[in-house]
């Protein structure tokens, strides 16, 4: 029996293959290409709230001519107990594919060590793969190949960051990561990168990440399950990206943001509601990307 086509983390995974998912994705976007799972189901399980990540992929099956079925820790045997191994030998005995959304990223593991059909990572406390597949589709999008282009990551060093970081070394662009010490990306991530040679800096200022950048992101400044909501506040307050900032970065630089946003907390609402502002096309490609992840996984 083959392996399943797992989509667990960005650097589990070579620049071809990202490359090519990302064309897969544009090339059903724009109708060049039509890629048909009828007949396939993919399962959703959601341990963490969700918008765009259940609603992308629901609707990305549907239209595929797939079907979906949703799962959470309330309405299944998961919340009471059953093992993420059992959970994943049943479900591969029904569906194609199965997607999670989970604080732990060992549950994540476990589910593709003993499922049968392909994973999908929809977010774990570690990293966010599908947001930055739909991010550099939308970067390139707007301006071309972001190799060779400064990104500039200003806020918490948390799983978007890490995305980040693994982005970086898969698609060739260089990194600057403004985070307060205290809530510094994970050193492990750091250490990764420095094995593959990825371009990235870490500074405690974010003007100097914004300084000649081409792409601009931000992310909210308590994510889901973090509980210090005022120690985060005043750690991130000086890393706000407002319009002052954003003159720092390249005349032509884009901002983003992965949503959900608070205006004027990570971001002031000029920037997030301005013309340099891709955030609409960015979760509008989560759609699209995810397509050329499905695609690519059943195909
Ligand atoms: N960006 C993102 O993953 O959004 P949801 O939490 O709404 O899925």
Redesign the pocket.
Same mark, same amino acid.
């Given at each position: 029996m083959t392996a399943p086509k797992h989509f667990l983390d960005l650097h589990k995974l070579d620049a071809q293959t990202l490359h090519a998912i990302l064309a897969l994705g544009s090339d059903i976007k724009s109708g060049r290409k039509s890629v048909s799972l009828a007949g396939k189901t993919l399962a959703l399980i959601f341990e963490k709230?969700?918008? +765009?990540?259940?609603v992308s992929f629901e609707v990305g099956m549907m239209q595929l001519g797939g079907n979906v079925v949703v799962m959470d820790d309330n309405g299944s045997q998961l919340g009471r107990g059953e093992t993420v191994a059992d959970t994943a030998r049943v479900l591969s005995r029904y569906v194609d594919a199965i997607m999670i959304r989970t604080d732990d990223p060992a549950k994540l593991d476990e589910l593709a060590r003993h499922a049968t059909v392909p994973v999908i990572n929809g &977010?774990t406390d570690d990293s966010?793969p599908c947001?930055l597949m739909a991010d550099v589709m939308t970067y390139e999008e707007h301006r071309g190949s972001i190799r060779g282009k400064k990104v500039a990551w200003v806020g918490d060093g948390n799983n978007m960051a890490a995305s980040f970081v693994h982005a970086a070394g898969r698609f060739g662009f260089s990194l600057a990561l403004a985070t307060p010490e205290e809530l510094a990306l994970d050193g492990a991530v750091l250490r990764w990168a420095e094995s593959e040679g990825v371009d990235v800096t870490v500074t405690r200022d974010a003007d100097v990440a914004c300084a000649g950048a081409d792409l601009v992101v931000t992310d909210t400044w308590v994510s889901m399950g973090d509980k210090d909501s005022d120690r985060r506040h005043a750690l991130l307050k000086p890393y706000q990206v407002d319009a002052r900032r954003m003159t720092l970065a390249n005349a032509d630089a884009v901002f983003m943001h992965? &949503?959900?946003a608070h205006r004027d907390e990570e971001v002031t609402a000029d920037v997030i509601d301005g013309p340099q502002s891709v955030i609409w096309d960015e979760a509008e490609n +989560?759609l699209h990307a995810q397509k050329g992840i499905l695609a690519w996984c059943m195909g």
């Open positions: 709230p969700s918008t +765009r990540t259940r &977010l966010h947001q992965c &949503l959900p +989560r």
